[in-house]
């Protein structure tokens, strides 16, 4: 059974360009998660989905970002016209249920230059 | 904030020794979780004790939860080199996960 998966691991942007990153849960799983983390700082929550829907998005910026899960295929985390603030490993989680433990994939780090 | 902070920020012991770290949380929660990343991965899932639980254990990991104190400690006992990372508790607050800033073990061999 894979692992949770993301990719691209490494994705560099310009400023003002979008980032996406690719999140596929382990099999049997319907919860995604996503996280930031910045450098020396810990984990922070961003979005919550199940499938087509998303359940809490409270960590969401308001502006620029955007999160799916749809039926067929991974979990997209869209960051439209990226800034160098936005440089940063996002980290991917999955589990079977909301209060499950999270299995988390080996993130992707964007740098925006 | 529903952050859980972790204590200490750093440490640092010999291989054998054993290694605690603690943490604290602000509100009524469902469950905590301990986690741990080795640099530039990903987290691993290490251990989950629920709010009615007082105590947990996992091969060389040791997990206790006090909800009257809000906090959590993580005992790795007979630490090895290859314990060395940052470890991270995650408390569960409706929908979501807050992670604190880690704790970052060194084990010097």
């Known amino acids: 059974n894979a692992g949770v998966m993301q990719n691209p691991r490494h994705l560099v942007r310009r400023r003002g360009q979008e980032a996406r990153l690719r999140c596929s849960p382990m099999k049997g799983h319907s919860h995604v998660y996503w996280y930031r983390q910045l450098p020396e700082e810990g984990l922070k929550f961003m979005v919550y989905l199940q499938k087509e829907n998303i359940i809490d998005e409270s960590g969401m910026p308001k502006e620029r970002f955007s999160a799916e899960f749809p039926k067929e295929g991974p979990s997209i985390l869209r960051i439209q016209q990226v800034v160098r603030g936005d440089s940063a490993a996002y980290f991917c989680a999955s589990s079977p249920g909301g209060r499950d433990e999270q299995y988390f994939g080996p993130g992707t780090r964007l740098t925006v230059t | ?109």
């Open chain 2, 1 to 109: 904030s529903q952050q859980g902070e972790e204590d200490p920020q750093a440490l640092s012991i010999q291989e054998g020794e054993n290694a605690t770290m603690n943490c604290s949380y602000k509100t009524s929660i469902n469950n905590l979780q301990w986690y741990r990343q080795n640099s530039g991965r990903g987290l691993v899932h290490l251990i989950l004790i629920r709010s009615n639980e007082r105590e947990k254990h996992s091969g060389r990991l040791r997990v206790t939860l006090d909800t009257s104190k809000k906090s959590s400690s993580l005992l790795i006992t007979a630490s090895r080199a290859a314990d060395t990372a940052s470890y991270f508790c995650a408390t569960d607050a409706r929908n979501q996960f807050y992670f604190g800033t880690g704790t970052s073990l060194t084990v010097i061999p």
